[in-house]
């Protein structure tokens, strides 16, 4: 459900932290039935209705109307079974002896018997609103549905199979509306849960499904819907006011919720010499006896492990070892990182990698995964991979020489084939043993950790809004063609002391930032939100922005929970619309000066400020990237600036929120951008031997 949430000026779309270069124009999925018009050309749905091997498909669009959809103007890829393919389907739907009702309501085991609430699934779960030729899906990934679902596809065995079961058996129909592909069967849509799709593959999963259920982690991802603030269940929001406004912005105003699972097959089980639940008891108990040790949420809080039988304790070993396999947010193996490539406008400069970090369900912890573009084919995922002084280089304008990066631990491979799609998330296998061990806090995170927005905010993850695309037709037609509202109430991590307020999600484009996204505060913005939990430490925490006239004025605090009364102010009152020549934040042409800005590099940090990062920003240039198009040597009014909150102790055993007040109260116009958060550890900020890197 969408609901127009704002309205925005043409004059505020260059507010902000970032730029739009271009402006864009977006499908509606859904278009009102007043508009259709048919054209004179083949559509969709003549070509469909000219074939005869497609009769009950057409039959199933027409009798909940979307034949005139498939008819009108649009832009579309519809996947069409064939007659053979749907009669099987039906009788699968008819005999299914595991549906919650009768024959999953129908009424008979025929076309006629498929209630209507079924066709409108069939239909939107074989219709997606992105143009996608059979060349896009080449190799493995997942096609979002109007639905609101995914199904996978694969082209490894010569064929396109879409949901391991429907192959493409004509494809690439050209119409005037989009694309037809003729397929040999339904695409199977996934209705199950995540503990019973583990549990129809104990084939495979023998040992890690018997420690999901008997952990009682199971039960904790039956969830897929949170409810919101209104009676109905759905999100409302805060209307600003609409003077002055030319255009309104479109929201998700109901909010799912998913997770992924990463899972140990029995054959990665027995390579460690575990051949039984048993066997993974020991090993847990092995790994997590003296958690307290690294794991310094157990010290800080008096928690003791448990090694006994009751495996719902959740602090019991296995229960913990299972717990840090499951991430909050529901992502394919291809939305794990923002890979390279994703994004026209934007990708990462010079050599940089694509990582993120997540938090996941044992209390306060985190995993990093990393996408290294110096092994194989540049596209492995690994889970926790440690490199010696990672974010430290010996060397200007470079990650650092080979010799000071020694890997210590390759880290846990996630497979990109044979993953289990449930209803609410994901199970992705995985190559080795997952375990939050002393490596991780003390040497995968002992490191300089950015943490994006949308990372913040599994609600964005789950409700596919990250790397939404402007011109994305799923994001519907009324939105002003970079941005998408967002339910003031929607998160779960931020707190709001101040109801006249708006968010907005930056659509992904030419912006200058982390991912090519960002999330906006308008309004009069007094808002918390809960910071990831970083391992005990001192740290120096950084936010980025833009320098620009537009930007608000605010402050920051920081508490260990979301009361106003735990909240102490950190760094200045900060003024975003402070231009890059000011003598306040004292920035230089880099590429001008001999020691490309290292010496102002210093003098700036002193004043609270730092370089926008050498990794990201800038636009793809016919030669290629140059470290002249990228943030750390641009120089003007367009290139980011990370602003130094401070230093502060965190602690691993409480929470930490960090709070954002505006100081223009009367000015609901001026915005705050969060793109990301810098954590830097002062191992890193002091150390003796190597520098920061740029990057």
């Known amino acids: 459900m969408k609901i127009n949430i704002i309205n925005i000026t043409k004059s505020t779309l260059l507010t902000g932290v970032c730029i739009l270069a271009a402006t864009f124009t977006a499908c509606n999925p859904e278009p009102d039935e007043s508009d259709l018009y048919t054209f004179t050309g083949e559509t969709i749905e003549s070509l469909i209705a000219q074939d005869s091997t497609l009769t009950d498909f057409n039959y199933i669009l027409g009798r909940v109307g979307y034949d005139k959809m498939m008819a009108a103007y649009g832009s579309y890829t519809c996947f069409a079974p064939t007659n053979e393919g749907v009669q099987a389907y039906i009788d699968s739907l008819y005999n299914d002896k595991e549906a919650v009702i009768d024959h999953n309501g129908m009424t008979e085991n025929s076309l006629e018997g498929l209630t209507d609430s079924l066709c409108i699934n069939i239909v939107k779960y074989h219709i997606t609103t992105t143009y996608r030729d059979l060349v896009s899906m080449t190799g493995n990934g997942e096609i979002s549905t109007m639905l609101g679902y995914e199904f996978s596809y694969s082209s490894d065995t010569g064929n396109t199979i879409l949901g391991n079961k429907a192959t493409i058996t004509a494809s690439d129909k050209q119409a005037t509306n989009g694309l037809l592909h003729v397929i040999d069967n339904v695409i199977p849509r996934f209705t199950r849960f995540i503990g019973d799709m583990l549990e129809r593959n104990k084939d495979t999963y023998a040992i890690f499904n018997e420690a999901f259920h008997r952990t009682g982690l199971c039960d904790s991802v039956l969830t897929f819907m949170k409810k919101g603030d209104n009676a109905d269940g759905t999100f409302s929001f805060t209307q600003l006011p609409r003077e002055n406004y030319s255009s309104a912005l479109s929201a998700e105003t109901t909010c799912k919720v998913g997770f992924t699972v990463f899972a140990e097959s029995d054959a990665v089980m027995e390579a460690n010499n575990i051949k039984s639940f048993e066997d993974l008891v020991k090993f847990a108990n092995e790994q997590y006896a003296n958690a307290a040790d690294w794991y310094d949420y157990l010290s800080e809080n008096g928690i003791t492990v448990s090694t006994g039988d009751d495996y719902t304790n959740r602090f019991n070993a296995l229960n913990m070892f299972v717990a840090y396999h499951i991430l909050y947010a529901s992502m394919s193996v291809n939305q794990l990182v923002y890979e390279k490539g994703s994004n026209a406008y934007w990708n990462y400069a010079p050599d940089a990698d694509p990582y993120d970090y997540y938090e996941t369900m044992l209390p306060h912890t985190m995993m990093k995964i990393w996408e290294p573009s110096n092994i194989g084919n540049g596209k492995n995922l690994y889970i926790n991979r440690y ?167 605010m402050q920051y605090y920081i508490g260990s929970s979301p009361s106003v009364t735990s909240m102490q102010a950190i760094g200045l009152p900060f003024d975003a619309s402070v231009q890059v020549t000011d003598p306040r934040i004292g920035l230089t042409n880099a590429t001008e000066e001999d020691d490309m800005g290292v010496s102002s590099d210093i003098a700036m940090h002193n004043r609270g400020y730092m370089r926008g990062p050498y990794s990201y920003c800038g636009h793809a240039e016919s030669t290629g990237w140059t470290t002249t198009n990228n943030g750390r040597f641009e120089y003007g009014a367009s290139m980011t600036v990370r602003y130094v909150l401070g230093r502060i102790e965190l602690k691993q055993g409480q929470e930490n929120w960090l709070r954002i007040k505006t100081l223009n109260p009367d000015n609901p116009l001026l915005p705050v951008g969060l793109d990301f958060v810098e954590f830097c550890p002062t191992s890193v900020l002091d150390n003796q031997q190597y520098t920061e890197d740029w990057y």
């Open 387 to 553: 490199r010696m002084n990672n974010t430290l280089t010996d060397q200007l304008a470079s990650q650092g020489s080979e010799s000071m990066h020694t890997v210590v631990d390759e880290g846990v491979m996630v497979l990109r084939t044979g993953s289990l799609l449930a209803y609410n998330g994901y199970v992705h296998p995985i190559n080795k043993m997952l375990v939050y061990n002393r490596i991780v806090p003390k040497g995968v995170l002992n490191e300089r950790i950015r943490v994006n927005c949308t990372s913040l905010f599994p609600e964005l993850i789950n409700n596919r809004q990250r790397y939404w695309a402007t011109g994305d037709g799923n994001i519907g037609s009324a939105y002003d063609g970079s941005r998408a509202g967002i339910p003031s109430k929607y998160f779960d991590n931020m707190v709001l002391y101040d109801d006249y307020f708006c968010l907005a999600y930056c659509l992904h484009g030419a912006w200058r930032c982390f991912e090519s996204d960002q999330v906006q505060f308008w309004g009069r913005y007094d808002m918390a939100f809960k910071l990831p939990s970083v391992p005990s430490g001192i740290y120096e925490i950084r936010v980025v922005y833009a320098p620009m006239s537009y930007g608000g004025f």
